[in-house]
Nanobody, 124 residues
């Protein structure tokens, strides 16, 4: 059974930091790109960041560029999202996802495995 399990969410004040973690299990993810998406209440799910298997290529949404950093540890089947300078508009459920095409696409339709999400709340 393939599982992606996110952790690290919580409540933080504006300007603070959080680090999200996603651990994958149940199959080999060799060649997969990994991405983070988020969904705020009443809004559509949106792309946050993605990283290739090798880790050499990353891609960020403009709204998080220079504040968030995505990284991965393939030996641990994990992907991290370091979030700094958090803003109230970053409040959302954050989802980890796996993309078998290996590219840093922002299209959620290309991601075929998804986690259950972790809540991030940023207070003003």
């Amino acid at each position: 059974q393939v599982r992606l399990v996110e952790s690290g969410g919580g409540l933080v004040q504006a300007g603070g930091s959080l680090r999200l973690s996603c651990v994958a299990s149940g199959r080999t993810f060799t060649g997969y790109a990994m991405g983070w998406f988020r969904q705020a209440p009443g809004k559509k799910r949106e792309f946050v960041a993605a990283i290739t298997w090798s880790g050499t290529t990353t891609y960020y949404a403009d709204s998080v560029k220079a504040r968030f950093t995505i990284s991965r540890d393939n030996a641990k089947n994990s992907v991290l999202l370091q979030m700094n300078s958090l803003k109230p508009e970053d409040t959302a459920v954050y989802y980890c996802a796996a993309n078998p095409y290996g590219n840093t696409s922002s299209r959620d339709s290309l991601y075929n495995y998804w986690g259950q999400g972790t809540q991030v709340t940023v207070s003003s």
